[in-house]
């Protein structure tokens, strides 16, 4: 059951429904601006349960019926593990997150990202502007040229969600200047997994990194995008250590408490040394302020912490509308 423990009990579980809106598109895969989750609350703690069916996961119907059932889904089980070990810090009265040791995000920003906005960010002290991309990406080439051009430009990161195919990635890499070439990080999910296509763009000059590929065995010589939300990242952290593979965690572009969950993982792969550059604890921006919750904070690329045990946020959590998943 995915380490999900033997006395699991379903009856047990409590849920809060959530939407999110978002303030603009949010990927090459999704052009709906509600995003739809859940709060559970197990063992004396809190998970967060979103997802994006846009991006190949089940539907949340889906993933809160094998919850009920007792075998939970991949979500699900990270969502239970989440509440598990929120609970065990809440029992003990502390924190999950130290504010010093959480690495600063880079700027997330939605599709259509102009120059002006990528210099914004820099003036906010990011060094880093993640950009989602797209089959269109030719429209953006100007911009995107312009925006390597600014002084003490911020490197660059794009996220095409797999929407290329191989041939067109290797396009998008060959039709870069070398300025630009040079202010990129890396280009996450540019075409589906394949090792020798990778390879070819990574000698193309772009590299390449893996989000939805992040704990297939092949793709372990690449950057690896980890999402606490959906692989469990205590084992690819550890795995990664023993490697020396290098991983940027983020968010899901989930809850303001899933948000809080990345953040004590990011933190654990900065201590273990294999943190790339900056997380991506900051998707909140794309969102308007969730409904009978407390928005995140954040000064330019610091993620403020919410007080409260465990993930925090003690007092809104025990207020929400709970309901029982298994009447």
């Not at 969600?161 to 990129?184: K, M, Q, V």
């Not at 394949?194 to 690449?222: H, M, N, Y």
């Not at 572009?253 to 004590?264: I, Q, R």
């Amino acid at each position: 059951m995915r380490g999900v423990p033997d006395t699991f009990n379903a009856r047990v579980v409590r849920f809060c429904s959530y939407q999110l809106r978002s303030r603009g598109p949010l990927n090459a895969a999704s052009d709906s601006p509600w995003v739809s989750g859940v709060l559970i609350a197990y063992a004396g703690g809190y998970g967060c349960l979103q997802c994006w069916p846009s991006l190949g996961d089940p539907a949340l119907e889906v993933e809160l019926e094998s919850l009920a059932r007792g075998r939970p889904g991949i979500l699900a089980a990270r969502a239970l593990a989440c509440a598990t070990k929120d609970g065990d810090a809440r029992r003990q009265g502390i924190s999950h997150l130290d504010p010093a040791a959480i690495p600063p995000s880079h700027a997330t920003l939605p599709p259509g990202a102009t120059a002006h906005d990528i210099s914004a960010a820099a003036s906010e002290g990011f060094t880093t502007c993640k950009l989602k991309a797209g089959p269109d990406w030719a429209d953006m080439l100007e911009e995107w040229e312009r925006a390597a051009a600014i002084p003490d430009a911020p490197r660059l990161r794009f996220d095409f969600n797999a929407s290329l195919t191989a041939a067109e990635a290797i396009a998008f890499a060959h039709s870069l200047s070398d300025p630009l070439r040079d202010a990129i990080d890396f280009v996450e999910d540019p075409c589906p997994f394949e090792v020798k296509s990778w390879l070819a763009l990574r000698d193309a000059g772009i590299e390449p990194a893996a989000d939805q590929w992040c704990d297939t065995p092949d793709a372990g010589q690449f950057i690896g995008i980890l999402k606490p939300a959906r692989q469990d990242a205590e084992s690819v952290i550890r795995l990664a250590a023993d490697t020396g593979r290098r991983l940027v965690v983020t968010s899901y572009m989930d809850h303001p408490l899933g948000v809080a969950h990345a953040a004590y993982w990011a933190a654990a792969a900065h201590a273990a040394g294999i943190h790339h550059g900056p997380a991506g604890l900051l998707t909140h921006r794309l969102f308007d302020e969730t409904l009978g919750f407390p928005a995140p904070s954040s000064t330019g690329p610091h993620w403020n912490l919410q007080p409260g045990t465990g993930l925090g946020y003690n007092d809104t959590l025990v207020s929400l509308p709970w309901q029982p998943l298994v009447p």
